[in-house]
């Protein structure tokens, strides 16, 4: 049997081939568009395929030629903050490529099962009542990343309806962890903190918002979610995935401090504020765990620790920082 993941060279990609690769037979095969670096170590047994997905003639001769079994779409524009200065950037990377993959899967591989990798973004502007958010918490969004991924999620439950296709969506809370762009809150922090103490910047972070409570799952247990999902998953449904549990920026930035012997003074910069936060975001997974039995594993502060861990060796090897584009 064959899996096939986009975004295969992004942060969750490079986890989820991974796990494949470890826990699994299945023959993996991968869309990479323009790096490779999170998964040069494992190339060897992956099928690579380096392309556009935009291209809808390479997309059909693509799924033509792998034939999946399984296909996890994880490739996307994820920087949140990012889609208020490219908006049409985040909806053409995140709607385009998802309906040219379908109409693939639609013509090929009709019986392929699709998994639709979402986001808690959709959710918006959560009133405290409807805390913790589960699936049917009304859409409302303010971000134009926002806005693509509910694009992506009824696109995903369209095409089971009209074409019976097996699509299960999942809306993904904050993943975290090592590797990650520093795009993403705890890897930035963590980056500042490295750079500090390897004499890089001066003994200062700045920050945005730290009031905003997130729920953070590492991007281990994430994607094995994934993995349960598109095997377990009901077709049509769509499943939070999440720790359930808030954390405050905060708190975070604590945890990080509390792992460094320097000296650091905290600082905010206007510019990491958005236009528009949401105060708290807390995940109800109890559907995907009724569904496939799933639980996090991996505690936060382990999680933060490896980031941060990451973060300082890649800056004394001086590897290029990772981007907020997945693979």
């Known amino acids: 049997m064959r899996a096939l993941i986009t975004g295969i060279a992004g942060f969750a990609g490079s986890f989820l081939a991974q796990r494949l690769l470890d826990e699994t037979g ?16 494992v190339r060897g047994q992956l099928h690579l395929h380096k392309g556009d997905l935009r291209n809808p003639s390479w997309v059909d001769e693509l799924i033509r030629e792998v034939q ?13 903050g990012g889609s208020w200065s490219q ?17 693939a899967v639609r013509r090929f591989v009709p019986q392929c099962r ?26 409302r969004p303010n971000s134009p990343y926002g806005v693509s991924k509910i694009a992506q999620d009824m696109m995903g439950y369209q095409y089971f309806c009209n074409y019976a296709l097996p699509i299960v969506r999942a809306r993904s809370f904050n993943n975290v962890g090592p590797g990650q762009a520093d795009d993403f809150v705890a890897s930035a922090f963590a980056r500042q903190i490295a750079e500090i103490e390897a004499g890089q910047r001066e003994a200062v972070i700045r920050v945005g918002n ?6 953070f799952t590492d991007v281990r247990d994430v994607v094995a979610a994934y993995w349960l999902l598109v ?25 990080l401090l509390g792992m460094s012997s320097a000296s650091i003074r905290v600082e905010e910069d ?46 004394l090897g001086n590897r290029p920082a990772p981007t907020g584009v997945s693979g």
């Open 26 to 41: 299945l023959e993996i095969h991968g869309v990479i568009h323009r790096h490779d670096w999170r998964i040069r170590s």
């Open 68 to 80: 999946p079994d399984f296909l996890l779409h994880l490739a996307a524009w994820s920087d949140v």
């Open 87 to 103: 908006p049409w950037v985040a909806y053409e990377l995140n709607i385009h490529c998802q309906l040219n993959l379908l109409e």
């Open 114 to 139: 699709v998994l639709v990798v979402g986001s808690n973004e959709v959710y918006g502007r959560v009133r405290p009542q409807e805390l913790p958010v589960n699936e049917d918490t009304p859409f």
């Open 210 to 215: 730290l009031a905003a409570v997130r729920d």
């Open 231 to 255: 095997q377990q998953g009901q077709a049509g449904a769509v499943y939070n995935v999440g720790r359930g549990q808030g954390h405050s920026i905060q708190t975070i930035l604590e945890m």
């Open 270 to 315: 206007p510019a990491r504020l958005r236009p528009s936060d949401v105060p708290v975001m807390i995940c109800d997974n109890r559907r995907l765990v009724e569904a496939t039995g799933w639980q996090p594993r991996i505690e936060l502060d382990r999680t933060l620790q490896d980031v941060l861990e990451t973060w300082r060796r890649d800056i």
